[in-house]
């Protein structure tokens, strides 16, 4: 939550996402903290966060 007691949501998380960096998982894992830190502002975390990405490679077969 910020500064106003207002939580970031799954709306706003969405589009953290849709905005981030494609190349890889490390890169957005760095964007949606930085996002999310920068949402906080000066509140500070108020709840446990984690975080996991996971980058598809199109290429590869899926196995069934």
Partial sequence: QN???QILGF????SIIASGPVP???AMKN???RQVQDYQGSAGQSD???VVVVR???????AI
């Fill in 24 to 26: 890889s998982a490390k």
């Fill in 11 to 14: 709306e706003h998380l969405e």
């Fill in 31 to 33: 964007h949606i903290l």
């Fill in 56 to 62: 598809v490679a199109e290429d590869l077969p899926l």
């Fill in 48 to 50: 446990d966060m984690t």
């Fill in 3 to 5: 500064e106003n007691r």
